[in-house]
């Protein structure tokens, strides 16, 4: 069964379940890109930028 956004029952992409749990907490609510946006008050494009930074660091939840 795949995760579901907690807020528009979106299904999620991997990244956008290791986004939340990068940015909120590993065992949070899991958001969609769109959702988390709202929740942290910026723009979706600041986090996919997120998600690259991330991803070129070698974060693991990211693999």
Do not use: H, W
């Amino acid at each position: 069964m795949s995760k579901r956004c907690s807020e528009c029952n979106r299904p999620l992409k991997k990244d956008e379940v290791a986004l939340s749990k990068k940015l909120i907490d590993l065992n949070c609510e899991l958001y969609c890109i769109n959702c988390l946006a709202e929740y942290l008050e910026c723009n979706c494009d600041d986090l996919r930028i997120k998600i690259q930074e991330f991803k070129e660091q070698g974060c693991t939840l990211f693999l």
